[in-house]
T-cell receptor, first 115, second 113 residues
Framework: DVKVTQSSRYLVKRTGEKVFLECVQD?????MFWYRQDPGLGLRLIYF???????EKGDIPEGYSVSREKKERFSLILESASTNQTSMYLC??????????????FGSGTRLTVV | QKEVEQNSGPLSVPEGAIASLNCTYS??????FFWYRQYSGKSPELIMF????GDKEDGRFTAQLNKASQYVSLLIRDSQPSDSATYLCAVNNPHNAGNMLTFGGGTRLMVKP
């Protein structure tokens, strides 16, 4: 089975801290995504990447950056955490072109609380 | 108009009944349609996908697609309390790079014993 692993299940950070959320997949997927999910707002795309060192902004990139130095790893960075970034963060991946047939595989999520 | 719309619910059904979850989408060029189940505090997991008009059955789940009406639904027969979750509809967007999926807001299903 494809595995998408997010490094932390729960995280508590202070306002102003730089926060790194890590996502690793083990099936050679080209496409990787970062979403946040909030009650009533659904899944919102932050950033995505089609390949190593490639990144594209999603719908809500403000306050975030990403890094993809290796194919299997896609990192989400909160440059200066704020309380409005308290959310569930979900990483997803898929093989290029396969999303039409197989959709996305999601990681288990990271519940981030910024205090 | 949202690209993928779902009634947020909650949809409440008694145990053993059929639960019917609906989703409409705006882009006629969409080709692939997915249903994800998400338990509270967990991540979405894929339970069904459909590409062709008509019905597709997998165990207690049936996905129905009507491209002319731009409508996809998920039927859950013999609903169980363990089916209580939020169900997300996802549709490919043929106009963005890479045919990315667009997700609906989800319908919360409650199955009462």
């Amino acid at each position: 089975d494809v595995k998408v692993t997010q490094s932390s299940r729960y995280l508590v950070k202070r306002t102003g801290e730089k926060v790194f959320l890590e996502c690793v997949q083990d099936m050679d997927h080209e496409n990787m995504f970062w979403y946040r999910q909030d009650p009533g707002l659904g899944l919102r795309l932050i950033y995505f990447s089609y390949d190593v060192k490639m990144k594209e902004k999603g719908d809500i990139p403000e306050g975030y950056s990403v890094s993809r130095e290796k194919k299997e790893r896609f990192s989400l960075i909160l440059e200066s955490a704020s309380t409005n970034q308290t959310s569930m963060y979900l990483c997803a991946s898929t093989k290029r072109g396969a999303q039409l047939n197989y959709g996305y595989t999601f990681g288990s999520g990271t519940r981030l609380t910024v205090v | 108009q949202k690209e993928v719309e779902q009634n947020s619910g909650p949809l409440s059904v008694p145990e053993g009944a059929i639960a019917s979850l609906n989703c409409t989408y705006s882009d006629r060029g969409s080709q692939s349609f997915f249903w994800y189940r998400q338990y509270s505090g967990k991540s979405p997991e894929l339970i069904m996908f459909i590409y062709s008009n008509g019905d597709k059955e997998d165990g207690r789940f049936t996905a129905q697609l009507n491209k002319a009406s731009q409508y996809v639904s998920l039927l859950i027969r013999d609903s169980q309390p363990s089916d209580s979750a939020t169900y997300l509809c996802a549709v490919n967007n043929p106009h963005n790079a890479g045919n990315m999926l667009t997700f609906g807001g989800g319908t919360r299903l409650m199955v009462k014993p």
